[in-house]
């Protein structure tokens, strides 16, 4: 169980002007963030909640309190963060993480940012890597030239919360012709009953850089609802290449509405790692704006969803330039009464000649109770484009279970197996450790023993 931390400051549930004002001045922001969270809040008024997706109508906006600052500094040593959020974060893997030297790691609990450490050998190569609202501070004309660019305050009504409340999140900035040796990585944790979490992650990767990012979220679970609306904006430069990791295992009383988009210049890549399993309801499409010729993407996405979960995920590409390409493997799992659903979107525009895109979706249900479906939307403006699809919705072979079991396994094993050679693709893009968790926890839904 998560343990109680003491709370510096807290706002009111709920949504008013003098809320943004409270959160701008706590934070000590510089005007024209605050006019942007003020702009924010007059769209998140005057625009409705989506008219598709999951069913947000139980969700009580008025009763979610949108800033939680904990009573801890962002440190840079370990032992410095207060024991009780140690231990909260201890069991996501942060002290091994740094013990196996990553590159950086950044911690939030609840709306701040409670521990941040960037290696000495980054900082030396002109890698720029903090928490988003210190970055607002030090580097106000950098971080105001992109900031809500990609996702405008605007575009949607969640984004439009997301402008007025934000708090946390990562900045880093690639120079030139850099290679990260090793990934960056940042951890969100949610650990107060009725809350929202708002992160802002925000990567600016320059000509001829890579960089590869791995986003870690999970929560406590509460009998009130929490929700989760963050922002992730992307540039990739051109000739740069960004692989992007999500493991997002919310709680179930998490209603998840994230919103992420990438822009990708001349001859840079995106690339897609991401696997959404916890929430009651997720909204969550990340988006690849191919705007430089030979701007590529690749997706490999898995959605898990079990009993009393609503997952609706999926991919969208826009292809804007000539010789772009994109690649989408996406595949789901339901069981126990779940229901995942695909929503996709290819959109090749006239301009984007000679363009490429080969979409694959795969549902499994495990049982006769659960629920799949797959809408792939695809918009070809142009003759001269190479578009291909597939897609599959099916249950697990009874005729696999019972081979399976013949060979001295329990039906539980045989089917914690198949699901684990269905996952395969998206496993092995994992790094090792979050490899091994993702096979826990499907091993935990299945009452499995093996491995």
């Given at each position: 169980m998560?343990?109680?931390?003491?709370?510096?400051?807290?706002?009111?549930p709920?949504?008013?002007?003098?809320?943004?004002?409270?959160?701008?001045?706590?934070k000590?922001?510089?005007s024209?963030?605050?006019?942007?969270?003020?702009?924010?809040?007059?769209?998140?008024?005057?625009?409705?909640?989506?008219?598709?997706?999951?069913?947000?109508?139980?969700?009580?906006?008025?009763s979610?309190?949108?800033?939680?600052?904990?009573?801890?500094?962002?440190?840079?040593?370990w032992?410095?963060?207060?024991?009780d959020?140690?231990?909260?974060?201890?069991?996501?893997?942060?002290?091994?993480?740094?013990?196996?030297a990553?590159?950086?790691?950044?911690?939030?609990?609840?709306s701040?940012?409670?521990?941040?450490?960037?290696k000495?050998?980054l900082?030396k190569?002109?890698?720029?890597?903090?928490?988003?609202?210190m970055?607002?501070?030090?580097?106000?004309?950098?971080?105001?030239?992109?900031?809500?660019?990609?996702?405008?305050?605007?575009?949607?009504?969640?984004?439009?919360?997301?402008?007025?409340?934000?708090?946390?999140?990562?900045?880093?900035?690639?120079?030139?012709?850099?290679?990260?040796?090793?990934?960056?990585?940042?951890?969100?944790?949610?650990?107060?009953?009725?809350?929202?979490?708002?992160?802002?992650?925000?990567?600016?990767?320059?000509?001829?850089?890579?960089?590869?990012?791995i986003?870690?979220?999970?929560?406590?679970?509460?009998?009130?609802?929490?929700?989760?609306a963050?922002?992730?904006?992307?540039?990739?430069?051109?000739?740069?290449?960004?692989?992007?990791?999500?493991?997002?295992?919310?709680?179930?009383n998490?209603?998840?509405?994230?919103?992420?988009?990438?822009?990708?210049?001349?001859?840079?890549?995106?690339?897609?790692?991401?696997?959404?399993?916890?929430?009651?309801?997720?909204?969550?499409?990340?988006?690849?704006i191919?705007?430089?010729?030979?701007?590529?993407?690749?997706?490999?996405?898995?959605t898990?969803?079990?009993?009393?979960?609503?997952l609706?995920?999926?991919?969208k590409?826009?292809?804007?330039?000539?010789?772009?390409?994109?690649?989408?493997?996406?595949?789901?799992?339901?069981?126990?009464g779940?229901?995942?659903?695909?929503?996709?979107?290819?959109?090749?525009?006239?301009?984007?000649?000679?363009?490429?895109?080969?979409?694959?979706?795969?549902?499994?249900?495990?049982?006769?109770?659960?629920?799949?479906?797959?809408?792939?939307?695809?918009?070809?403006?142009?003759?001269?484009?190479?578009?291909?699809?597939?897609?599959?919705v099916?249950?697990?072979?009874?005729?696999?279970?019972?081979?399976?079991?013949?060979?001295?396994?329990?039906?539980?094993?045989?089917?914690?197996?198949?699901?684990?050679?269905?996952?395969?693709?998206?496993?092995?893009?994992?790094?090792?450790?979050?490899?091994?968790?993702?096979?826990?926890?499907?091993?935990?839904?299945?009452n499995?023993?093996?491995?």
């Open positions: 998560t343990k109680n931390f003491n709370v510096i400051l807290k706002t009111e709920g949504l008013s002007r003098k809320i943004i004002e409270e959160i701008s001045q706590a000590d922001e510089p024209w963030m605050k006019e942007l969270r003020i702009k924010s809040l007059e769209y998140f008024m005057n625009r409705p909640n989506p008219t598709f997706g999951v069913d947000i109508s139980p969700l009580d906006l008025n979610i309190v949108n800033y939680v600052r904990p009573g801890a500094q962002n440190e840079r040593s032992e410095d963060v207060p024991e959020i140690r231990e909260n974060f201890e069991k996501l893997g942060i002290p091994e993480a740094e013990r196996k990553l590159s950086g790691v950044g911690a939030q609990y609840d701040e940012v409670v521990y941040h450490n960037m000495e050998s900082s190569l002109g890698v720029i890597f903090l928490e988003m609202g970055a607002v501070k030090t580097y106000p004309d950098l971080v105001k030239k992109y900031f809500m660019k990609l996702i405008p305050p605007n575009d949607h009504k969640f984004a439009a919360l997301h402008g007025a409340v934000w708090s946390g999140g990562t900045f880093i900035y690639v120079p030139p012709n850099v290679k990260v040796p090793m990934p960056i990585q940042s951890y969100y944790l949610m650990g107060s009953p009725g809350m929202g979490q708002f992160e802002h992650t925000l990567i600016v990767v320059d000509k001829g850089a890579t960089l590869e990012f986003e870690g979220c999970s929560g406590q679970n509460y009998s009130v609802s929490n929700m989760h963050g922002a992730v904006e992307i540039y990739v430069g051109e000739g740069s290449t960004v692989k992007f990791s999500t493991i997002e295992n919310w709680a179930k998490t209603y998840n509405l994230n919103t992420k988009r990438a822009s990708v210049d001349k001859d840079g890549t995106i690339i897609w790692i991401s696997g959404t399993m916890g929430s009651a309801k997720t909204m969550l499409y990340p988006s690849s191919l705007k430089g010729k030979g701007a590529r993407t690749e997706y490999t996405t898995i898990y969803a079990g009993p009393g979960q609503h609706d995920t999926g991919t590409v826009f292809h804007f330039a000539p010789y772009t390409s994109s690649k989408v493997d996406s595949r789901s799992i339901s069981f126990g779940g229901y995942a659903f695909y929503r996709g979107l290819v959109r090749v525009s006239e301009s984007a000649v000679h363009s490429k895109s080969s979409v694959d979706c795969s549902a499994l249900m495990v049982d006769d109770i659960s629920k799949s479906d797959t809408l792939p939307i695809i918009e070809v403006m142009n003759n001269e484009s190479e578009i291909g699809h597939e897609a599959y099916g249950k697990i072979n009874e005729d696999q279970i019972y081979y399976l079991m013949s060979r001295g396994l329990s039906e539980e094993d045989a089917r914690a197996l198949i699901v684990r050679g269905f996952l395969e693709p998206f496993i092995k893009q994992l790094p090792f450790e979050y490899a091994v968790e993702f096979n826990r926890l499907i091993d935990m839904h299945f499995s023993k093996i491995g």
